[in-house]
């Protein structure tokens, strides 16, 4: 089984997608004053189905680098595997975590509908 650092149910809108930034050091990144936007591909696709406004937390201080994304019912509604990335932009200036390779996701199909 492989390793996937998010695993939800397809549909399943209570599930969310939380982060912690980190500087290639692996120290956490302040995300005050940053903008930071969610992109999620499938890894067979050629474009991002999911490019979004992301919540950095409001207490940079206690919770360094601490993002969370919550998905519209169109961004898990089909079960698959995912690239997952964060895009932080400052002052016209954008950086993308993680730096190197990109987060898993999978979307698991549900039993019913």
């Not at 998010?6 to 956490?28: A, E, H, I, T, W």
């Not at 050629?46 to 409001?58: E, I, L, Q, W, Y």
């Not at 019912?73 to 964060?86: M, N, Q, R």
Request: proline share 5%.
């Amino acid at each position: 089984m492989a390793n996937y650092d998010y695993v939800l149910k397809r549909g399943d809108r209570q599930s969310r997608f939380v982060s912690v930034l980190k500087d290639p050091n692996g120290n956490p990144v302040d995300l005050t004053g940053k903008t930071v936007k969610f992109i999620m591909r499938q890894v067979s696709a050629d474009t991002a189905k999911v490019s979004a406004a992301a919540t950095p937390d409001p207490d940079q201080a206690a919770n360094t680098g601490r993002v969370t994304y919550d998905p519209a019912a169109a961004d898990i509604d089909t079960a698959d595997v995912y690239y997952v990335e964060w895009q932080t932009t400052q002052a016209g200036l954008t950086l993308t975590y993680p730096n190197g390779w990109h987060e898993i996701a999978k979307i698991v199909g549900d039993l019913g509908s």
